[in-house]
């Protein structure tokens, strides 16, 4: 009877357990229901809300660019026939849609299509020896496909020598080109239409003047001066940081560098007249987040200055541009491109009350790096620029410049730049990757360097600021201790052998070091040069010559006259460069340099 009833109430608690299990369920349901109801509910709101950005976008932004300058197709193919959007919106990790391309902060890039409407610029940098053997390399790379010139100087020019001035003579040509007078940039870009090609110049002690003879020349040839194209870098502050082809004090410097930005606001409103570099910075030993860093600084302070000087930044703020330098860690040099032009558009509107969409925007010339390049199997160079270009082009540089395989050993050869130039055009014209617009953006992995870079830019930004900006942290050695001190950190990761050089410290070839042919100055030309420039000096008017550089240094000592102007009129009377960087020597001094160590 027991037993029975036992059995009895087993039979029904198991009803009950049943029941309430059935129960449960039923609860359960109901909650994974509500769940996948509310994250379709939310996927729809992510669609709903890219359709409407993306809308927005094609009507504001799109149109008006693709009025101004269509792709260069209708549609874009793989090699298997799938169509390349154009570019594709996506979700950051924690959930925010981020910018679109040529909308701020411009983290995807500065213009909604990108390579698709047109390359970057191919700028190989060049120059050496005299005004007509780089005249004949300008002509041999532009016919082999080049679409911008870059245009190295001799240490002489970069320091304000004349070519004859005994202390020029062992370095003249051998860096870069000689130039003196007026008459060397005719002879330069001599056949050379100035109308269809834009020029980059990398000078800076003596920009105003190197300009004011490609301002002159320009003129010459018809071109007036509001349709010459190019850049000249103009960024003194680096030079004291980390490159040292400085002249005068910083303070004179930077009223030089002010000048040169009022000049191309009115009289050169094509022209970029300041390249803020991050390139010599990390030559120098910085790292990627340093070299970002350390040129917004840099930016910040020319900007600042140009304000004051009564400019608007809506107006110059459009030809700030920027110049870094691309090295082997692939994913990080991408991310710092996309971080640096997010930074610079924050800084543009909020701290300096930009309005101007084009004013906001980081354009920038890339160049693979020199110190990564060795002499050790100098052929394996080759391949460590074609991943650094592709890093570049991925980050979306507007112009890029790939070093030549044997320049750990001289300046380049003909057949070595060529080699260089073909590395961009095969990576424009073969791999597809300038078919869409940021194609690494959403990348979990570019999208937390991006953020990671970004933050401590910003920190390098505030400690800079506290110091008093960029010119006073470089006098006070700041910038320099951190160069130096990553320079040293890095050095001692290689000779550890945590970081791997292909050639140095592993993997070196057992029979010797590769043999190359390279390239040979022509002393003979030099000298040729330097008896040319002693012909000029006699032949010209002497009075002329006099008289302007006499009211050049008067200009020069009341602090107050925009030199641009004097310094045109000095080279219209054929004055030399040394000439008249010699004035200014005479009022301000040659600088000597900081002590910090």
């Not at 037993?3 to 087993?10: A, D, P």
């Not at 010459?220 to 960024?235: C, H, I, K, Y």
């Not at 008093?468 to 320099?480: L, R, T």
């Not at 890095?490 to 550890?496: A, D, M, R, T």
Request: proline share 4%; hydrophobic share 35%; aromatic share 10%.
């Amino acid at each position: 009877m027991a037993m029975r009833k036992e059995k009895g109430l087993r039979k029904e608690g198991a009803k009950i357990a049943k029941g309430r299990s059935r129960t449960k369920s039923r609860h359960s349901d109901k909650k994974d229901t509500a769940k996948k109801n509310s994250s379709q509910i939310h996927s729809v709101d992510k669609k709903e809300l890219i359709q409407r950005k993306l809308k927005e976008w094609e009507e504001n932004v799109l149109k008006k660019s693709l009025e101004r300058m269509p792709e260069r197709q209708e549609r874009f193919y793989t090699t298997s026939g799938i169509e390349i959007p154009r570019f594709l919106p996506y979700y950051e990790p924690e959930g925010g849609l981020l910018s679109f391309p040529g909308e701020f902060p411009f983290t995807r890039g500065v213009q909604p299509t990108m390579y698709r409407a047109r390359y970057w610029t191919m700028r190989q940098y060049s120059g050496f020896g005299t005004p007509e053997e780089t005249n004949e390399r300008f002509k041999f790379l532009l016919k082999e496909g080049q679409t911008g010139l870059s245009m190295a100087f001799d240490l002489p020019t970069q320091m304000g020598y004349d070519s004859s001035d005994e202390v020029a003579y062992p370095e003249v040509g051998k860096v870069g080109v000689a130039i003196d007078t007026v008459e060397d940039m005719r002879v330069v870009f001599r056949d050379i239409p100035l109308s269809k090609v834009s020029v980059s110049f990398t000078i800076n002690a003596t920009a105003p003047i190197i300009l004011g003879m490609f301002y002159l020349v320009g003129q010459e040839q018809g071109v007036s001066p509001s349709q010459l194209r190019g850049t000249v870098q103009n960024d003194i502050l680096k030079e004291f940081a980390a490159r040292g082809t400085y002249i005068y004090p910083p303070d004179f410097s930077m009223k030089l560098v002010i000048d040169v930005i009022e000049f191309c606001a009115k009289e050169m409103k094509e022209f970029n007249p300041i390249s803020v570099s991050g390139y010599h910075i990390r030559e120098a030993g910085a790292t990627a987040v340093q070299e970002c860093a350390f040129a917004i600084c840099s930016g910040i302070e020319y900007v600042s200055r140009a304000i004051e000087r009564g400019l608007s930044p809506d107006d110059f703020g459009k030809r700030i541009t920027f110049f870094f330098s691309v090295h082997n860690n692939f994913f990080e040099e991408i991310a710092k491109f996309r971080a640096a032009r997010r930074v610079w558009s924050k800084i543009m509107r909020d701290r300096f009350g930009a309005k101007n969409p084009e004013a906001m925007k980081l354009k920038f010339h890339a160049q693979t790096s020199g110190v990564t390049l060795v002499a050790q199997e100098p052929i394996n160079n080759i391949v460590r620029v074609a991943y650094q270009a592709m890093a570049a082009a991925l980050g979306g540089a507007q112009s890029i410049h790939t070093n030549s395989y044997d320049e750990a050993l001289a300046l380049p050869t003909d057949e070595s730049v060529k080699i260089a130039l073909r590395t961009q055009q095969i990576l424009a014209y073969e791999t597809f990757i300038a078919d869409t617009v940021d194609p690494l953006g959403g990348s979990y992995y570019v999208e937390y360097l991006t953020d990671e870079i970004e933050k401590r830019v910003w920190d390098y930004i505030k400690k800079v600021d506290e110091l008093g900006g960029m010119k006073k942290a470089v006098e006070v050695g700041f910038i320099q201790r951190e160069i130096a001190r990553s320079s040293w950190e890095y050095q001692k990761l290689v000779e550890e052998k945590k970081i791997l050089i292909v050639g140095v410290n592993s993997f070196r070839e057992s029979n010797g070091a590769q043999k190359v042919k390279i390239f040979r100055l022509n002393e003979e030309a030099v000298r040729r040069k330097i008896e040319q420039l002693m012909r000029f000096k006699k032949e010209r008017d002497e009075q002329a010559v006099v008289s302007s550089l006499r009211r050049l240094e008067d200009y020069a000592r009341d602090g107050k006259t925009n030199l641009m102007y004097p310094i045109i009129e000095c080279l219209k009377a054929n004055c030399t460069l040394g000439e008249i960087s010699r004035v200014f020597e005479k009022i301000y001094g040659r600088f000597k340099g900081f002590t910090f160590f």
